[in-house]
């Protein structure tokens, strides 16, 4: 057996200490991602740490993925921790172009939590897993003194089965193929921002919260192996996940922001805050980059399921320039839109 | 789609808030468990949530589980958080009966921990997993506020395959079976006590944790389908496991006290603090319920694997009386040993 100290050497990560911005999806949780865990835990040759690995065991495919929830506040517009869990895990399986079979769960609770407000989080797990076609296997319970958990995390894991038909990379991706988006974005890092009561601003949102598996699986069936790359643009929003394609498959994505759904209430808090609305979190929505030969039949596919109406073309990938995110509008003007820095909207999930 | 209400109209747990003998591993966890989180997660016809299932998966038996650890403190003799997340998740499944192949690891870290702290347990987790050959597939990091999360608390799920020719249920359990433990108990449990250094008492000893998969694999080749039932009791300790067994499969536990091997600082300890040694946790022990005919050659087969030289034959199931563990010395006598109420010592995993 060799030792790690021999195999890894150097640690790439220079930052002295953990701060929020490594947990908010961007470019500081790359570093972490890239210069510590991933060298440590998958070997030199790792590549990042995936959302959903498919892995074969006993000759089987399967796919797996685990995500922790420590969103504040506990309950939100829209959802709560306990649903987020269950949908969070089933949609990296999906984007990950697997179905989600099974979920372990486990618990920090913090001493002091009253019954009923964790009896509404497991009531949420079991109706979102209910919706999303998923069983429960097991779990794990762990109790901290009162004020280290900040009420309750709850980790997710989840096992699922490849769809058939998909072969997913951004190594597939060409010059050419169509960017989908399957519905507005920045609904649910808005929300969560609102209910926390810190801004002055008060908006008829809601988190944007469900299994994408439906509109996933409605995507695999319309456009096959025309089907790329998917990814959820969670923690870090859509500008984060398109970055991280146009860097691994070194060829650029050009978006025509005017296509781009986004509600009145979510660009007005994020005018309000200097913020992009693309680089707000979402948990219900997913980007896709398809064939352009089967971009119109996907699209079409995707809008007659319940909750895809809004699903968007919202452009192209192209050859130049390597390696970037490019957003035009209707008006002429084309700007560069970097991966998220920093983290101005902490534990949205 | 019924909704989770109609189904599961009440939930039996009636405790007003969680404590910290909620997540201890005794009675409380019990209560949580099967009133709570298996009628809910699991449905009306669910038994206690596994610390480990087996399922079947596109054609396939896998072993899944996960455990979310939260050991204060991070680091102590013998081990660390890192170290005991992966040969838990690697002992949760030997038990069980299967093989660990793949780890997920989730981090909740607070903000403002030192970089140096987690990577050290990053590569403590990197070696555990080297030792026990088991590879991680993947991961997750969230970072909370300063104080919310009282350094790390690092959550693994671990995915298995079957180990051939076993069969384990306390159904399967029979009068005359023996009761076989790897080794001396309560080593860990005393060894986080002591690094807290709240109790005015010395010691030179350590962590027991290790993956116990190498003692499994020689018991199931020495033994086959003769090993009925394995556990590693954790928290609750081997008193707790061991009444869990005789509920769940109706018999009585019948221990020879002086044949289970405790060491004199674990037994010191345990007098100053008038607390049981059978109520002690472990992190690198198990216990197995064996067929007579099989429980010599079990023995043997244990002791020539390096770290089983103190397995011990330490009682047998009987009849009478129903779902009970009874302890008897040499010196004559027998009591009754509960499951652990209460939490002597809190978060030791």
Not at 89 to 109: E, H, M, P, Y
Not at 110 to 119: D, H, M, N, R
Not at 153 to 162: K, M, R
Not at 196 to 223: C, I, Q, W, Y
Request: glycine share 12%; hydrophobic share 45%.
């Amino acid at each position: 057996m060799i030792p790690v100290e021999a195999r890894i050497s150097v640690s790439r990560f220079r930052d002295a200490q953990i701060d929020m911005a490594h947990g908010a999806g961007g470019k500081a949780s790359r570093r972490l991602v890239e210069g510590l865990f991933a060298p440590l835990l998958m070997g030199a040759n790792a590549g990042p740490l995936a959302d959903a690995a498919h892995i074969n065991i006993n000759d089987a495919q399967i796919a797996i993925t685990a995500d922790s929830f420590v969103v504040h506040p506990l309950r939100f517009p829209g959802g709560s921790i306990g649903e987020l869990a269950v949908n969070g895990t089933v949609n990296d399986l999906a984007v990950s172009g697997a179905r989600a079979k099974f979920l372990l769960a486990t618990f920090v609770i913090e001493a002091g939590l009253p019954t009923p407000i964790l009896e509404a989080e497991v009531r949420a797990m079991a109706d979102a897993a209910s919706r999303a076609g998923v069983a429960f296997a097991g779990g794990d319970t762990k109790v901290v003194e009162h004020g280290k958990a900040d009420g309750m995390y709850i980790t997710t894991a989840g096992i699922g089965v490849p769809l058939p038909h998909l072969s997913l990379s951004p190594m597939s991706v060409r010059a050419g193929d169509q960017v989908i988006l399957s519905g507005p974005v920045g609904d649910h890092g808005i929300t969560i921002l609102l209910a926390r009561g810190d801004l002055d601003f008060e908006a008829d949102l809601k988190s944007d919260t469900r299994s994408v598996l439906p509109l996933v699986e409605a995507l695999a069936h319309a456009a096959g192996s025309g089907v790329r790359w998917m990814r959820d643009p969670t923690r870090g929003g859509v500008a984060t996940s398109l970055n991280e394609l146009a860097r691994d498959c070194g060829m650029s994505v050009h978006l025509q922001e005017d296509r781009i759904p986004v509600r009145d209430s979510v660009r007005g808090a994020c005018e309000l805050l200097g913020l992009d609305p693309l680089h707000i979190a979402n948990e219900g929505q997913f980007l896709a980059v398809v064939a352009r030969e089967s971009a119109g039949a996907a699209l079409e596919a995707l809008r007659e399921i319940p909750g895809g109406e809004d699903s968007a073309n919202i452009g192209e990938i192209r050859e130049q320039p390597e390696a970037a995110v490019l957003g035009s509008t209707s008006f002429g003007g084309t700007r560069i839109i970097d991966m998220l820095v920093g983290d101005p909207l902490p534990r949205i999930c």
